[in-house]
């Protein structure tokens, strides 16, 4: 067994799996940068022992192992929480109350991700004739497919547009229509400006009319979007939308809802992409390993649906970690449970509400 693929064992409060749904989500960000060379899938195997350096320093960084977490932090999270809320539940208990951390177990994270394109095409043209064109002379027009094209970034929803090789070519001015001079703009071909000018001494207004000195009397001027050629360089522009969708479920996440989970800084465990992307077969936790099939599962329904409207580029599964605790605070008689999780120290109370306050927001999560 490829120690690659190996990751912790983890267990529930309950000492049972659990998996937490999380909605699929098709993500398309707006944005334009230069074309690339595209990057080719690969398969990536990490173990949470043996991450790059790189990696291992961020890791260092933002990282908290469960059992370096005292209660002191636990109660700091809580002041955290609500050092930014204008809320009438007492923060003097959290500085007062007892704090008891019941449990402490790692929740996973299995995510599916599934990058895919959309190409389209349109004439366009410019007015700047003095560039040197890109015509079929420098080499076949590509089709819309063939052109390699690299993502501003991968597994995230983006768009790009690019002027299409080797498809220069003159156009007719749509604004003189091949003339090279327009109406004057000055005098409205009349040739001629008439000017008012009113001298205050006699309080009288006189009226001159002068030959108009943009087109000298002519009535025309030179076309300003082909700058007198009569034609303008027309070229086909790409349109490359990019997007994401994700499949994600949690495992072990006790009764923390699957969304704040996801949100929360995690350890990466594991990662492996690729196009023709699957499960391994060969993690330690059974979990793990059934939480996986079943997203292979999901994804290949999702591609089927993705396929028909767009092109698949490359596909990614994670597994990330991330600790979580469950704390008992105990003040003036009355006690209630809540949970810290995430490296970043989050916090879910659902039951503050009813237990100290009438006003606080059910669900409260701050990254400490």
Same mark, same amino acid.
């Given at each position: ?5 190996? #990751? ?14 999380? /909605?699929? +989500? ?7 940068? &230069? ?5 080719? *899938? ?56 007892? #704090?008891? =951390? ?11 991700? !599934? ?33 390699? =094209? ?8 983006? $768009?790009?547009? =690019? ?22 703009t000055s005098c409205s071909g009349s040739g001629t400006v008439t000017r008012s000018q009113y001298d205050p001494e ?24 082909? /700058? *007198?050629? *009569? ?42 992409? *690729?196009?023709?992307? /699957? ?5 330690? &936790?059974?979990?793990? /390993? ?6 292979? &599962? $999901? ?6 649906? !993705?396929?028909?409207?767009?092109? !698949? ?11 979580? !605790?469950?704390?008992y605070g105990t003040w003036k008689g009355k006690s209630c449970v809540f949970w810290v999780y995430g490296n970043d120290? $989050? ?7 009813? +237990? ?5 927001? =059910? ?6």
């Amino acid at each position: 067994m490829s120690s690659a693929n190996q #990751i912790p064992s983890a267990h529930s409060p309950n000492n049972e799996p659990v998996q937490q749904d999380i /909605q699929e +989500m098709d993500q398309m960000d707006e944005t334009d940068k &230069n074309p690339t060379n595209p990057e080719e *899938g690969v398969s990536i195997s990490v173990d949470a022992s043996h991450n790059t350096n790189e990696r291992q320093s961020a890791d260092e960084e933002q990282s908290c192992s469960m059992g370096s977490v005292t209660t002191e932090d636990v109660r700091a999270a809580l002041a955290q929480l609500f050092s930014s809320k204008s809320c009438c539940w007492p923060k003097r208990a959290i500085k007062e109350m007892d #704090i008891t =951390i019941n449990k402490m177990w790692s929740c996973y994270v299995c995510s599916w991700d !599934i990058f895919s394109e959309e190409r389209s095409a349109g004439d366009y043209y410019r007015a700047d004739i003095n560039r040197m064109m890109d015509t079929e002379e420098y080499g076949p027009i590509p089709k819309l497919w063939e052109y390699p =094209i690299s993502p501003p970034t991968r597994f995230k929803g983006g $768009r790009k547009t =690019i002027r299409w090789p080797h498809t220069d070519h003159k156009e007719t001015c749509p604004e003189c229509r091949g003339h090279c001079r327009v109406t004057c703009t000055s005098c409205s071909g009349s040739g001629t400006v008439t000017r008012s000018q009113y001298d205050p001494e006699t309080g009288k207004h006189t009226t001159t009319t002068e030959t108009c000195s943009r087109c000298s009397g002519t009535g025309r001027m030179e076309c300003p979007e082909c /700058q *007198g050629k *009569g034609y303008v360089i027309g070229f086909v522009m790409a349109t490359v939308n990019y997007y994401n969708s994700n499949i994600s479920l949690v495992l072990y996440g006790g009764d923390i809802p699957p969304d704040p989970i996801c949100d929360a800084e995690s350890s990466l465990c594991f990662e492996k992409e *690729g196009p023709d992307l /699957q499960a391994p077969r060969d993690f330690e &936790n059974s979990d793990i /390993q059934e939480t996986c099939f079943d997203l292979e &599962n $999901r994804a290949a329904k999702r591609r089927a649906e !993705i396929e028909e409207k767009r092109r !698949i580029n490359n596909q990614r599964l994670m597994v990330s970690e991330l600790p979580i !605790i469950e704390a008992y605070g105990t003040w003036k008689g009355k006690s209630c449970v809540f949970w810290v999780y995430g490296n970043d120290l $989050r916090v879910y109370a659902p039951y503050y509400e009813e +237990m100290f306050s009438s006003c606080c927001t =059910i669900m409260f999560s701050v990254c400490f």
